[in-house]
T-cell receptor, first 112, second 113 residues
Framework: SQQGEEDPQALSIQEGENATMNCSYK?????LQWYRQNSGRGLVHLIL?????REKHSGRLRVTLDTSKKSSSLLITASRAADTASYFC????????????FGTGTRLTIIP | EPEVTQTPSHQVTQMGQEVILRCVPI?????FYWYRQILGQKVEFLVS????????KSEIFDDQFSVERPDGSNFTLKIRSTKLEDSAMYFC???????????FGPGTRLTVL
């Protein structure tokens, strides 16, 4: 798989349900970040988790990181119609290279 | 809350023309980036910029591309002679420290005809 690959590629759930998206990556990292992108719009930063952290919360978001498996998950609880968007994980490089490498994204649709 | 801004939101140009995309990063940020996203594809890194010089660039960032910080607030991406395949959404990003959150602007949609 490529660096930063999310699954599923698409997810449709009913409003109020929880949505879980996964991201896998290949190289060692310093941080992993999750972004949201509404159709054709900019990237909104959601949360950053450092390589020495295992779990982080922000409002209805919960992110986990398993560096041994090189994977992360993003959980959105009590989903709302406004959560409909594409979600991307992005990693930077353990060796301090600044660029972010993005995954392919999960397209989340919340059905009212 | 401070945010990264970009102008224009949409730019249409003829193949071979020069375009300049503009960005105003968050004011106390020191590291600046350009990324692009071709429709339906991943966001790809183009270039990073720190202390008035390029710190890293991708294979995409060839001689047709250049970046500049002409004053204390603006950060520009110039494409000298646009090609059809340059059509994409271009995102500017900035961050305060070398490691940490990168904040993205809303993007400029470039259409090359």
């Amino acid at each position: 798989s490529q660096q930063g690959e999310e699954d599923p590629q698409a997810l449709s759930i009913q409003e109020g349900e929880n949505a879980t998206m996964n991201c896998s990556y290949k190289t060692s990292i310093n941080n992993l970040q999750w972004y949201r992108q509404n159709s054709g719009r900019g990237l909104v930063h959601l949360i950053l988790i450092r390589s020495n952290e295992r779990e982080k919360h922000s409002g209805r978001l919960r992110v986990t990181l398993d560096t041994s498996k090189k994977s992360s998950s993003l959980l959105i609880t009590a989903s709302r119609a406004a959560d409909t968007a594409s979600y991307f994980c992005a990693t930077d490089d353990y060796f301090g290279n600044e660029k972010l490498t993005f995954g392919t994204g999960t397209r989340l649709t919340i059905i009212p | 809350e401070p945010e990264v801004t970009q102008t224009p939101s949409h730019q249409v140009t003829q193949m071979g023309q020069e375009v300049i995309l503009r960005c105003v990063p968050i004011s106390n940020h020191l590291y600046f980036y350009w990324y692009r996203q071709i429709l339906g594809q991943k966001v790809e890194f183009l270039v990073s910029f720190y202390n008035n010089e390029i710190s890293e660039k991708s294979e995409i960032f060839d001689d047709q591309f250049s970046v500049e910080r002409p004053d204390g607030s603006n950060f520009t991406l110039k494409i000298r002679s646009t090609k059809l395949e340059d059509s994409a959404m271009y995102f500017c990003a900035s961050r305060r420290a070398v490691i940490g959150e990168q904040f993205f602007g809303p993007g400029t949609r470039l259409t090359v005809l």
